[in-house]
């Protein structure tokens, strides 16, 4: 009995490492293939400031000084770092807001500052959760990683 159990053990022991190696592996790929080192959203207005960032590993959420660490799963940034390929980076700050709410503090001025390639690109400045349409998708898979007690109600 006890052989038997030894070699059950050692089994699924080998398993266990064979897909931590595999995760790992698959991490390592994702970081080597993408250029985007992290990704910053800045929302404020008079009452509020809120700085997002996102990173390979993690997200930071400041609003109003006070600061929360959270992990990002290699789904989430994949998606993100697949919303950010289809940008023309070098025109992020030429596309224009479709609204202007942000000028008499009837929504949040928000920015998207992406560092990649070795250079930082900073997009137009826009309405909260109304972003220029070439910035719509990336906007809504940064924003749904947000929890909804994070983002201040507009009134």
Excluded at 68 to 90: A, F, P, R
Excluded at 112 to 135: Q, R, W
Aim: net charge positive; proline share 3%; with cysteine.
């Amino acid at each position: 009995m006890k052989p038997y159990t030894l070699l059950l053990l050692s089994f699924f022991f080998l398993l266990n490492i064979s897909c931590k190696s595999q995760q790992k592996n698959d991490h390592n790929n994702l970081r080597n293939n993408s250029s985007l080192l992290k990704i910053e959203l800045k929302e404020q207005t008079r009452g509020t400031n809120r700085l997002i960032t996102f990173t390979l590993n993690s997200k930071i959420i400041s609003l109003n000084g006070d600061i929360k660490n959270e992990s990002i799963s290699t789904n989430e940034w994949k998606n993100i770092t697949e919303q950010v390929d289809l940008i023309e980076l070098s025109k992020i700050g030429s596309f224009v807001s479709p609204t202007t709410g942000r000028y008499s503090d009837k929504a949040l001025a928000s920015t998207i500052i992406i560092y990649a390639n070795g250079k930082e690109y900073t997009s137009s400045t826009f309405d909260a959760g109304i972003p220029p349409k070439e910035l719509e998708n990336l906007y809504k898979a940064l924003m749904g990683n947000v929890k909804e007690k994070h983002n201040p109600q507009k009134k």
